[in-house]
């Protein structure tokens, strides 16, 4: 895979950090540039227009939360259902710092843009969905072995898992704070918790 230019990856980390912020409609192209101490000749050599900055800055959010979640603790654990209940663990201890800090470019992203801007709707549900996806060998085994005539699908509860995530996220947007987002993930920790331990003899 070819090397990503420098000047690039400067527009796209300085994208994520102001769209976290402020949003992808009151970011400007100019802002970006700004941010990354570059040019817009820079900018335009890389990009057609804001919409695909966005685009590809939702592949880059994807990639780099794809190497942290492959990078942690919870993939130790010795059995499928612990290792899912370790994903939502990891989840609430990464709440730390400022609200743009730990909330979601994707999320953010697709609600102002979803009927807009299909490209960026497109590119950001590809990235949730195949978050989404990491997960459900670990749930398809666990309801294997502790839930096998459940009607669901290990892919539904994959994704209901981001909507929970998705909705505490924005729960810490309108109270100003991380607290809330750890209540709900606690409480989506106690949910996975009874779906499949209930069923255990």
Not at 7 to 12: N, W
Not at 58 to 75: C, I, M, T, V, W
Not at 147 to 163: C, E, G, N, V, Y
Request: proline share 3%; net charge neutral.
């Amino acid at each position: 895979m070819p090397a990503v230019h420098e000047s690039k990856t400067r527009l796209l980390d300085a994208a994520l950090s102001l769209i976290r912020t402020k949003g992808y409609e009151a970011t400007t192209v100019d802002e970006v540039c700004e941010s990354a101490g570059l040019t817009k000749g820079s900018f335009f050599h890389h990009f057609g227009n804001k919409e695909e900055l966005a685009v590809a800055a939702a592949k880059r959010f994807g990639d780099r939360a794809e190497e942290l979640f492959s990078e942690a603790p919870y993939h130790a654990n010795a059995g499928p259902l612990e290792r899912l209940l370790g994903y939502v663990e990891f989840r609430r201890a990464i709440l730390k710092g400022e609200l743009p800090e730990f909330t979601c470019l994707l999320g953010t992203m697709v609600q102002e843009t979803y009927a807009t801007h299909p490209s960026i709707r497109k590119a950001c549900e590809r990235q949730i969905s195949g978050h989404a996806a990491t997960l459900e060998a670990d749930i398809a085994e666990a309801k294997k072995r502790h839930a096998p005539r459940a009607k669901w699908s290990a892919q539904s509860l994959a994704l209901f898992t981001q909507a929970v995530i998705q909705g505490a996220f924005v729960l810490a947007k309108a109270k100003n704070g991380p607290e809330v987002a750890d209540n709900c993930l606690a409480h989506l920790e106690r949910y996975l918790e009874l779906l499949f331990y209930q069923h255990t003899e």
